[in-house]
């Protein structure tokens, strides 16, 4: 089981976004999403995040399509 984090951010019609998540800042990040479209003004991503104690970090990347 894990609980719910939700990212919320601004979006552009014809953009498209990858969150990606860390388990630490000197961890590699791993996408959650790919080519996930824009939705104006704003897009959220909901991810289940495992329940081990750690601190998990998150980027959105803008793409063009």
């Known amino acids: ?3 719910r984090f939700s990212l919320h951010w601004t979006s552009e019609t014809n953009r498209y976004y990858r969150v990606e998540r860390a388990a630490g800042l000197g961890e ?3 996408p959650l ?3 996930l479209l824009g939705s ?3 897009n959220v991503f909901t991810d289940l995040v495992p329940r ?3 601190a ?3 980027r959105i990347e ?3 399509p």
């Open 33 to 35: 999403t790919e080519s």
């Open 1 to 3: 089981g894990g609980s």
């Open 56 to 58: 998990y970090f998150y």
């Open 62 to 64: 803008a793409q063009r």
């Open 40 to 42: 104006p003004p704003e």
């Open 52 to 54: 081990d104690g750690r």
């Open 28 to 30: 590699g990040f791993e």
